[in-house]
């Protein structure tokens, strides 16, 4: 954690689990909730940082949810 100068450890723990869900990575998700956990951040902190993790996830979704139904409504037309 020397790395961070203006970032706490929960910070990047937390920030460590929301990457993890809007990255797929199981593994990554388990070693940052764990660590997140032992370093004093609450459960309730944890799944803030799950659900943002899922926003973050859910946004190139749904642009390409939406692409798709653009490109099949073009070639009705």
């Known amino acids: 954690m020397e790395n961070f100068k203006h ?3 929960k910070t990047i723990e937390l920030a460590g689990i929301a990457a993890s869900i809007a990255g797929g990575c199981r593994p990554c998700l388990d070693f940052h909730f764990k660590k997140a956990i ?4 609450t459960p309730e902190q944890a799944k803030e940082a799950i659900e ?19 490109l099949i409504a073009q070639s009705i037309q």
């Open 7 to 9: 970032l706490d450890s």
């Open 38 to 41: 032992e370093i004093g951040c």
């Open 52 to 70: 943002l993790g899922k926003m973050i996830k859910q946004r190139p979704i749904k642009d390409i949810y939406e692409q798709a139904e653009k």
